[in-house]
């Protein structure tokens, strides 16, 4: 009995450390991810006020500014440059009579102040119940996306007011208890952005009848208000430019993504266009306000005002990019069954409110139509498509959990294991990758092209003197071949016209290939795999920037031949620069190596047969000879590149684990056991062949932890049993 009662307080013991520990831990995490979105506040205040005087606040400034529409006599609509409405209009005046400065400094921070309200009552509006690590971590992450999200960034330096609706909106619907006052924020809204209106079906199909009515006699007074003192201005604005049609810049623009932009963006106009647009633009309104109703009735009112909100962009004549706030929102409805597919729509909204669109899709001809309309696509998805789950739905709060392999013993003991590096059976999303793979390239394009040694003289120089560093050493250790390499090739016509075509062609199409056969073949390696490719990329980048290099082609006086590019002008300071996608002084590590390094490694451990690993481990060879061959790279670029690979598996090693060897074997063992409740079903998994893919529903398998835990330890043993999630 002693044993037991000791037993019993031992294990409530640590219950209660590891409860602490967790605490402790979600109490460091909610700390540091204050401290980020207080940076990012910063940082978008530093960028603002750090602008030149004439480029920042433009709008602001040509509302109230000394010259402003504001000020001058007549109508605000004469230039078309202020697109509010007339009682916009009505309220900014009294700003008119400001000190700029003062004015400037005051609409910034008090711009920032709004933008950090609406992260907090977003946060705070969350479909109940919230979980504790939710609500803890809920309102830094909200506040820290709206300050990197696009609209937030234009608004700060436009001096734009678009934060304001949105808020009010929000205010009105989740933090005043009394409909009329509700419906009088909603209704200031609306008189702000008349697209705002389109809450008022969803407030009175909702249950909110008094809420819908005072919404629509409050931006009745307002109208009415702004008629009786600007009646010119008002005339003008409802009657001649049909509630702000034709203001601002020209409506096919790309700042324009609404569905009227979108549809005069291929060449659509006159009736033909206005008609489809009304008929296009009623049905997306139907349809997106029934998914509103039913979602609040659900339970999600917020998703139900951001679904609104995109119905209003969509169907807006003109929404400019300012505007777009709530497709940010749209952010908190969950899709997929899978946990695999739970990150899928947020990660896709989050890329699209903060990354510029050329950054997620590559600059191809066929692909302009749906990069110019990205945000009005993703606001159109979630008004009519997007399949939210119901709250009543078993996998809106229990999605069907990631298949995991069994725990791999430690690593070392002051390295922790990254939750997100554990070792998963099944395939990634496949949307989800395309996305990230892209970004991530992108990303890499814009570190490796502003990396220090670019096209100016002083970058020019520091990359020449390296150059002659690296030479220096490859002399002394007898490396120093790329002269001669480059001429015994330049003198063979096909070993030439090989070199060249290898050089351009291999290096992205062979790493994709390989991540494309692990994808479908042998998707628990394909992690592994991209984790070390991913790692490698981001050590090359520290390269670049930190030792900017020239390579031989571009050393003068070293008389090396171009083969790819073509003969350079060494008489011009910008000779290097052969193409603004790149920067040629981006040599060390070479990367181009490295790639292919990669590659053949991941080839040779995974290959079944002999043959084909042998072949993987010939393109390096191949590359290696191309990059000196063609005067690309120093052979110690190449060293460099092997390097950083080298670095990229050690880390992936250090927090992810050895490879499992069960892994490499073929099949599953399944074992069946009665318990005393019913059947109980244990998998381990040993294939990581692609039998474990996404094709359906796992009868278990290690549950996602929150704290991350799960898969740390030295534990090698099979999975525990464990109860379907």
């Known amino acids: 009995m002693a044993d037991v009662e000791h037993g019993g307080l031992s294990g409530e013991a640590l219950a209660a450390d590891a409860a602490g520990t967790v605490t402790a831990r979600l109490a460091a995490v909610r700390i540091g991810l204050w401290v980020i979105a207080a940076f990012l506040a910063v940082r978008q205040v530093a960028v603002v006020l750090g602008t030149p005087s004439g480029d920042r606040l433009t709008d602001l400034e040509t509302w109230v500014g000394e010259n402003g529409v504001l000020h001058v006599k007549g109508s605000l609509y004469d230039s078309t440059a202020f697109t509010g409405t007339p009682f916009a209009g009505l309220v900014?005046?009294?700003?008119?009579?400001?000190?700029?400065?003062?004015?400037?400094w005051g609409w910034t921070f008090g711009t920032l102040l709004l933008v950090v309200a609406l992260g907090l009552v977003a946060a705070r509006a969350l479909p109940q119940p919230v979980p504790r690590r939710t609500a803890l971590l809920a309102a830094p992450v909200a506040i820290s996306l709206l300050m990197l999200s696009l609209p937030v960034r234009n608004t700060l330096r436009l001096g734009q007011t678009s934060v304001i609706p949105v808020l009010l909106v929000l205010l009105g619907c989740f933090t005043v208890r009394s409909e009329r006052a509700s419906g009088a924020l909603i209704g200031l809204a609306a008189a702000l952005q008349p697209a705002v209106l389109l809450f008022v079906p969803l407030l009175r199909f909702t249950g909110r009848t008094r809420a819908a009515l005072s919404t629509a006699v409050t931006f009745a007074a307002c109208?009415?208000?702004?008629w009786a003192a600007m009646p010119h201005d008002s005339s003008t604005y409802w009657?001649?430019?049909?509630?702000?049609?034709?203001?601002?810049g020209k409506a096919d623009g790309l700042a324009n993504q609404s569905l009227h932009g979108g549809l005069l963006r291929p060449g659509l106009s006159g009736p033909p266009e206005t008609g489809l647009f009304l008929v296009l633009g009623a049905a997306v309104a139907v349809l997106g306000l029934r998914r509103a109703v039913t979602y609040a009735r659900d339970g999600q009112l917020l998703l139900a005002v951001a679904v609104t909100g995109c119905v209003a962009v969509v169907v807006s004549p003109t929404t400019w990019q300012h505007q777009l706030l709530w497709v940010l929102l749209a952010v908190v409805g969950r899709v997929g069954r899978r946990a695999s597919d739970r990150y899928v729509w947020p990660v896709a909204v989050v890329l699209v409110m903060t990354l510029p669109a050329e950054m997620m899709l590559p600059n191809m001809s066929s692909l302009y139509p749906l990069r110019d309309n990205v945000v009005l696509l993703a606001a159109l998805a979630a008004a009519v498509a997007v399949p939210f789950l119901s709250t009543a739905s078993?996998?809106?709060r229990a999605p069907i959990p990631t298949d995991h392999a069994p725990p791999v013993p430690a690593r070392f003991r002051g390295v922790p294991l990254l939750p997100f590096l554990r070792r998963v059976l099944t395939r990634p999303n496949l949307l989800l990758e395309l996305l990230l793979i892209r970004v991530g390239y992108s990303a890499y394009q814009q570190v490796r092209l502003a990396a220090t040694g670019g096209t100016n003289s002083g970058g020019r120089a520091r990359a020449e003197h390296h150059g002659d560093q690296i030479l220096s050493v490859e002399r002394f250790l007898h490396l120093d071949i790329e002269h001669w390499a480059n001429h015994a090739v330049v003198k063979v016509g096909w070993l030439r016209d090989f070199f060249d075509f290898y050089y351009e062609s291999f290096h992205f199409v062979v790493p994709l290939t390989v991540l494309g056969v692990l994808y479908v073949r042998r998707p628990a390696d394909y992690r592994w795999a991209r984790a070390a490719l991913g790692f490698a990329t981001v050590f090359a980048l520290v390269g670049f920037w930190l030792y900017p290099l020239a390579p031989p082609r571009l050393m003068p006086g070293l008389g090396v031949v171009d083969t790819v590019h073509g003969v350079q002008d060494f008489s011009k300071p910008d000779y290097g620069t052969l193409t603004a996608l790149t920067n040629q002084y981006a040599?060390?590590?070479?990367l181009h190596f490295g790639w292919s390094l990669w590659c053949g490694l991941v080839i040779a451990v995974l290959a079944p047969k002999w043959w084909m690993k042998a072949l993987g481990l010939l393109h390096p060879l191949f590359t290696v000879s191309a990059i000196v061959a063609?005067?690309?790279?120093?052979?110690?670029?190449?060293v460099g590149g092997a390097a950083v690979v080298t670095a990229g598996f050690a880390l992936t090693y250090a927090l992810q684990g050895p490879r499992p060897r069960e892994l490499a074997t073929a099949g599953a063992e399944a074992r069946e056991t009665e318990g005393a409740g019913g059947t109980r079903r244990t998998v381990t998994r040993h294939g990581g062949d692609g039998d474990g893919g996404d094709g359906g529903d796992k009868d278990c398998g290690d549950k996602d932890r929150g704290?991350?835990?799960a898969g740390a330890g030295t534990g090698t043993g099979a999975a525990k049993d464990r109860t379907p999630g």
Not at 587 to 590: F, K, L, Q
């Open 630 to 638: 063609t005067g690309n790279h120093w052979v110690l670029d190449a």
């Open 92 to 104: 900014l005046k009294p700003l008119t009579r400001a000190a700029e400065q003062a004015l400037g």
């Open 707 to 709: 704290d991350g835990e």
């Open 223 to 226: 109208t009415a208000l702004a």
């Open 587 to 590: 040599a060390m590590p070479s």
């Open 394 to 396: 078993p996998h809106y």
């Open 239 to 248: 009657v001649h430019h049909l509630a702000g049609v034709g203001l601002g």
